[in-house]
């Protein structure tokens, strides 16, 4: 049937009006598709330089916090009571030199390895105490005991350490022990007393 001009017009127009939302849909799926090529290709391409080194510095950091954990406990307290004791030498080092009299520090008697069976009142005193510093005056206030109750000290060639009142004092030495872990506070006499964590004072308590 024939159509007049106005009637295709107004086909034209709706068919037209009809299209355009086809075409909007397609032009907003162009993006998202280049979106998920650009997330595809960077997939593709792996890590970066700088997510690498972040990687690495957490494990690192972990590697650090775990060595700490299982580090021994007998060790580190030993090497606490270590700096510990070098500190108080070298602070009795300088009263005795500053009051120009002689000071001696000398270890407690370690009761494991005493024979007597009734010491008398002045070892009982001395085994109480963990060392002590003799000549000093009872005003210096020193400590006389260890962090760590069951830590022992020998001293090398000797029953006490030289402290004053000469500047240079003999070469000495002090090993600490606690369980199977030793280490050795010693001075050549000129430089201060200080820890030494040589590998054969480390081993076991057998040396």
Not at 7 to 24: E, H, I, K, N, V
Not at 135 to 153: D, F, I, K
Request: glycine share 12%; proline share 7%; with cysteine.
């Amino acid at each position: 049937m024939p159509m007049s001009a106005h009637g295709s017009d107004g086909l034209q127009r709706s068919g037209y009006a009809r299209r355009r939302p086809c075409r909007r849909v397609h032009g907003e799926a162009a993006p998202l598709k280049a979106g998920r090529a650009r997330v595809a290709a960077a997939a593709g391409r792996g890590f970066t330089l700088i997510e690498l080194l972040v990687v690495l510095v957490l494990v690192a950091i972990g590697a650090g916090v775990v060595s700490l954990a299982l580090r021994d406990g007998a060790a580190t307290k030993l090497e606490e009571e270590g700096a510990r004791l070098s500190a108080l030498l070298e602070g009795a080092r300088a009263e005795s030199r500053a009051a120009g009299v002689p000071v001696y520090w000398v270890p407690g008697r370690d009761e494991r390895s005493s024979s007597s069976s009734s010491p008398s009142p002045s070892e009982d005193s001395v085994a109480e105490e963990g060392f002590r510093f003799v000549g000093l005056p009872v005003s210096a206030n020193m400590p006389r005991h260890w962090l760590e109750p069951r830590v022992t000290a020998q001293i090398v060639g000797g029953k006490g350490l030289v402290l004053g009142p000469d500047a240079i004092v003999p070469p000495q030495r002090v090993v600490l022990s606690l369980d199977d872990r030793r280490i050795e506070v010693s001075t050549d006499g000129l430089a201060p007393f200080a820890v030494n964590l040589s590998p054969e004072l480390a081993g076991g308590a057998g040396r």
